[in-house]
Every structure is written in C-alpha cells, then in structure tokens.
C-alpha cells in the first residue's frame, strides 16, 4: 500500500476519494466481493471471476473477460490498492484484502450523506 491512502487523507481528501472509488460500477461489485468473502488473500483470477457484469454468450465471455481483466490490473486494482483498501501485488497475481479498510470507506460516506440530509441549524444557516 502506498502513502497515499484513505486512513492517512484529511476528513475532505478522504470523503472525495471514497465516493471516487464508488462511483464506478466494477469498483463497486469489487467492494461487494470483498464484504461477502471470508478470504484476506485472493488470487487475481477468482476475483476477474467473481466481478463485473456477466455476458450472456460465449462470444462476448471471452472478449468482456479480457477487457475486465485489463481494467481490473491497470485500472481499479492499483486505485484501490493507493487508497490503502487492499494491497495488489501483480508479479505474483495475488490480492490481500482489508474489509476493515473498505468498510470504513463506506462508513465514511454514509456519514457525508447523513450530515448533507440532515444538515444541523448552524450548518443550514451559517452566520
């Protein structure tokens, strides 16, 4: 993992990276994986398996397969791995998993959406 994570951001850099690591529908069943799985570890093939949207024929299996898995290695697992959500490591195909880091993530928005709902008196009406 990388300085550059969600534990060690501001309350604002942290927010802003958590609803960017959301806002994108892989990252999001990838988060799904990682709170259902009762693994720390993961290979990089059971996860491509167990992500993304699934083909309805065999034809576009293979083909959306091999784009999942480039988006997955260039893409979402090296973002997710500089939030400090999971560590990847692509020489070896291996994917260490925190579901205390990623359900903090999502704590972390719950949060921000709670308070922009329920804005307190002060904050409706600043001075």
């Not at 927010?15 to 999001?28: G, M, V, W, Y």
């Not at 059971?46 to 784009?67: F, I, K, M």
């Amino acid at each position: 993992m990388t300085d550059r994570n969600v534990v060690g951001a501001s309350d604002n850099t942290c927010t802003a990276i958590s609803f960017d690591l959301l806002s994108d529908p892989c990252r999001q069943s990838i988060f799904q994986y990682v709170l259902q799985t009762r693994t720390d570890s993961v290979s990089f093939t059971e996860l491509a398996t167990n992500v993304g949207p699934r083909p309805a024929s065999s034809a576009e299996t293979d083909a959306e397969s091999q784009a999942l898995e480039l988006e997955l290695r260039h893409v979402h697992l090296p973002m997710l791995d500089d939030a400090g959500l999971l560590e990847y490591e692509p020489s070896t195909d291996r994917i260490r998993l925190d579901r205390t880091a990623f359900t903090d993530c999502l704590e972390d928005i719950h949060s921000t959406v709670t308070a922009l709902q329920n804005p307190s008196l002060e904050q409706a009406h600043p001075r």
